[in-house]
């Protein structure tokens, strides 16, 4: 079975680095997402990512955050100061077709900001 | 702004035993329901789902139920069996406007031997 796989698994780094998040999609499928889970809080949406643009972002995805798919198939989460809140679970997620079909998601990338 | 609320943290649950979670939420325009599973240092795995046209859909050892009227729905599952130890998630979708997951804040589920 197809899946979403992200890295790196572990990233720690210093307060105000820039950071970069991976993640190779499910082939073939057309929406990409961003969420996070602060230690012990809920799973929040970043932004959803359709035909090369946003589509849509929460009021966490402020201007320290970028996404893009460089080369049509990594889709990458950028943050350009990393600040110590950051510090969460990042998972990436994908669906063939938004709406109505299930967003599967990747194993996430532990960002650890000191 | 809690959308969508699990208002149990936690349950624990005989082997063999049916589990029920809940999940209620306030946002009227949600018409996809979805369940997920997640296991520590994973990411959330997808279980079942509903659509706000059914009242319950059901896959195996797992059955959701969908209660437009009283903005609820639930999982059960039936039987428990100690590898379905996990939190679970329960989120939700406005699919007219937006494709993003609302999510609850998990219900932990420990099935005993």
């Known amino acids: 079975e197809p899946e979403v796989t992200q890295t790196p698994s572990h990233q720690v780094t210093q307060m105000g680095q820039e950071v970069i998040l991976r993640c190779v999609p499910i082939s073939n499928h057309l929406y990409f997402y961003w969420y996070r889970q602060i230690l012990g809080q809920k799973v929040e949406f970043l932004v959803s990512?359709?035909?090369?643009?946003?589509?849509?972002k929460s009021e966490i995805f402020d201007d320290q955050f970028s996404v893009e798919r460089p080369d049509g198939s990594n889709f990458t989460l950028k943050i350009r100061s990393t600040k110590l809140e950051d510090s969460a679970m990042y998972f990436c997620?994908?669906?063939?077709?938004?709406?109505?079909?299930?967003?599967?998601f990747g194993p996430g990338t532990r960002l650890t900001v000191l | 702004d809690q959308q969508v609320k699990q208002n149990s943290p936690s349950l624990s649950v005989q082997e063999g035993r049916i589990s029920i979670l809940n999940c209620d939420y306030t946002?009227?325009?949600?018409?996809?329901f979805l369940w997920y599973k997640k296991y520590p240092a994973e990411g959330p795995t997808f279980l079942i789902s509903i659509s706000s046209i059914k009242d319950k859909n059901e896959d195996g050892r797992f059955t959701v139920f969908l209660n437009k009227s009283a903005k609820h729905l639930s999982l059960h599952i039936v039987p428990s069996q100690p590898g379905d130890s996990a939190v679970y998630f329960c989120?939700?979708?406005?699919?007219?406007?937006?494709?993003?997951?609302?999510f609850g804040t998990g219900t932990r589920l420990q099935v005993m031997l």
């Open positions: 990512f359709y035909n090369n643009e946003i589509s849509e």
């Open positions: 946002n009227s325009m949600f018409d996809y």
């Open positions: 989120a939700a979708s406005d699919t007219g406007t937006a494709s993003k997951l609302t």
């Open positions: 997620a994908n669906n063939w077709w938004s709406s109505t079909d299930t967003q599967y």
